[in-house]
């Protein structure tokens, strides 16, 4: 009879549960989110015979538009440590850095020509991608989504415009990142409901993929755009 008893007891409890998430979430939405996967650095490293000093890796390769092209890293710099751990194999520096997240700002201890000096670099992303999630909605997070926001021209060359069917009267994080994850541009900007559109000046950007996000309130939107001019 107890267990009886204990079984009413749970499942009506599970019902009321139930009964008031359907409650405090009468509608669903579909937003857009951004995930970043796996922490880039953009650099090749190896281990040649010929150097002047006898620990770290050294870098063969810096690649272009990455967090170690616009941080400064230089072919034939040295890297001694990876925040504190000390890395001597080119293994031991891929696997360091794969133990971090996109975005984390991560220490390296560089040797170059003669002197040590420490380079604080947030990381980028791997791979980029942006997926569709349900979620219980509300008036500001239906303001961000696909329904309520349109971005065109596809692809643009000089201004990028971001219109609203509506808007919500406050303040707005806008920034755009490079494929890889590497922030180009950010600003906030305070938006009223007589301003349903945004420009955004993107012909000194160089051709290729970006991703822009609008962030308000801890919820974001985020669009792949096309650069391009031929």
């Known amino acids: 009879m107890k267990k009886l008893l204990f079984l009413f ?10 009964a008031q998430q359907d409650l405090d979430c009468k509608s669903i939405c579909t937003i857009n989110k951004t995930v970043y ?23 063969i ?13 230089q072919p034939y710099d040295i890297v001694l440590k990876i925040n504190d751990l000390e890395v ?19 220490r390296f201890t560089i040797y170059r020509e003669g002197r040590t000096f420490i380079k604080t670099i947030t990381l980028g992303a791997k791979n980029t991608k942006i997926v569709q999630e349900k979620v219980c909605c ?34 707005y994080q806008f920034s ?5 994850g590497v922030l180009v541009k950010s600003y906030k900007k305070q938006l009223s409901d007589r301003q349903l559109q945004e420009v955004i000046n993107v012909e000194k950007f160089d051709d290729g993929v970006y991703i822009l996000k609008i962030t308000h309130n801890n919820q974001s939107y985020s669009k792949l755009f096309v650069v391009k001019r031929n």
């Open 9 to 18: 007891i749970y499942i009506a409890t599970t019902i009321q549960i139930s």
């Open 37 to 59: 996967e796996e922490a880039y650095l953009g650099v090749v490293f190896g281990t040649p015979c010929d150097r002047d000093i006898d620990k770290g890796v050294i870098i």
């Open 61 to 73: 390769k810096v690649v272009d538009h990455t967090p170690a092209k616009s941080n400064g890293l």
């Open 88 to 106: 001597n194999r080119r293994g031991d520096a891929i696997k360091a850095i794969a133990t971090y997240q996109p975005f984390d700002m991560v």
């Open 138 to 171: 509300n008036n500001t997070i239906t303001s961000l989504s696909s329904d309520n926001i349109n971005v065109h021209p596809v692809p643009v060359a000089k201004d990028l415009y971001i219109d609203f069917k509506e808007v919500i009267q406050d303040t």
């Open 176 to 180: 755009i990142y490079m494929n890889n």
